[in-house]
């Protein structure tokens, strides 16, 4: 196991970087994007509280989950790593960790910091969670607000948002909380909180969002319970070290489904990717506006659902997006609006108001940057109609918001011309590598960096 890297080089960079698009080609061979997010967060999160040592391959060496990882290094957890994605965790149970000694900084990162308000809302000490611009404009009440209920005391600025002051707490009292909003960072944050809590806390949420965390949980040997629509769990236990495999992010695997199916000639094939039935929604969309995509060889992975992927172009037909697909593809919407701009006839998105509070609002960039493509599409308050047709070449802003700077790079297989795409620095918090596995696999890309 390679020795850890300093924080600094872990951080992300302030220069500025841009995408240069050639227009058309196609999408040929194998790839195998990095490892899912969302697991990798969750993996450090309960491997450091967990007993014992726990090992981890195919972790997400991108920015996000490194935030996660130094929050626990200075936190006094050892870990070693990472190496090509492999780390080990030397837990220290779930009273062993210490105060920081100043602000964790989780850059861009909002499941960094809603899932660690919660774990760290039961510890013994005080930490302040910071973040960059766009973290600090997100809003932080959702979790801030229950967890008041559970007892604890966290601070933010006017607005709700960070830096969160969070003043520990070895009093939490568990709770039974019907969630606003479908967030699997809601739900996560009060689980954690409530491995701390005296007696039960349970969570019910409005649609069925991601469940890592209750997936990994059950991994550590500690118990969840189902009952109807309530998600529960009884504070006060332990997690036993295990070892897990993270899947590739199907997250990240959705713009090369979507860039094969748009791109005539395009067969690639897609690595080990999680299929979680609650991440699964952009097949479950693609393949109803008609993508050949098959599924292979579906296997599990440590306790996650994983798959090879197939995909064949296809011509893409405009859908009506059925609402209940949208909590199991959230993070996916950048990408799905450029494979309906690429569709035959009309693609609607409604129910989709959460867009407006991610990394950007996703609703109003996307149809800034497809209006600038020549691309018909009219935001709404929660969501999107958009026109297929021609994508014309010309420039784009991403907004800081990786998703949508990888989503316009994805557009240039049916653009008419070049598309520059500015500010995709932070396409490293999610997918470190994009531009050569893309260029590896038929697309044409050139990053230029501001000096
Ligand atoms: C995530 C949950 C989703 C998603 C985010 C990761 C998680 O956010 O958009 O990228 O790991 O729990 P919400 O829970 O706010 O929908």
Redesign the pocket.
Known sequence: MGAAAPESELTTSSKKSRFRVKSGGRLTGSLRVPGD??IS??SIMLGAIAEGTTRISGFLEGEDSLATLNAFRRMGVEIEGPDRGGLVIHGVGADGLKAPGGPLDLGNS??SM??LSGLLSGQGFGVTLSGDASLSGRPMRRVTDPLGLMGASIGTTAAGTAPLEIHGSANLKGIDYRMP????????CLLLAGLYAEGETCVREPAI??D??ERMLAGFGYPVRHSADRICVTGGGSLKACNLEVPADI?SAAFFLVGAAIAEGSELLLEHVGMNPTRDGVIRILRLMGADIEILDPRDAGGEPVADLLVHAAKLKGIQIPPDLV?LA??EFPALFIAAACADGETVLTGAE?LRV?ESDRIQVMADGLAQLGVEAMPTADGMRIRGGPINGGRVDSHGDHRIAMSFAIAGLWARGEILIDDCENVNTSFPGFVDLACGVGLSIEQTWET
């Open positions: 997010k969302s967060h969750r909002g499941t809603r899932l909003v479908a967030s699997a960072q809601v739900k996560s969002t991601r890592h965390t997250s909590p959230i993070d959460e991610k």
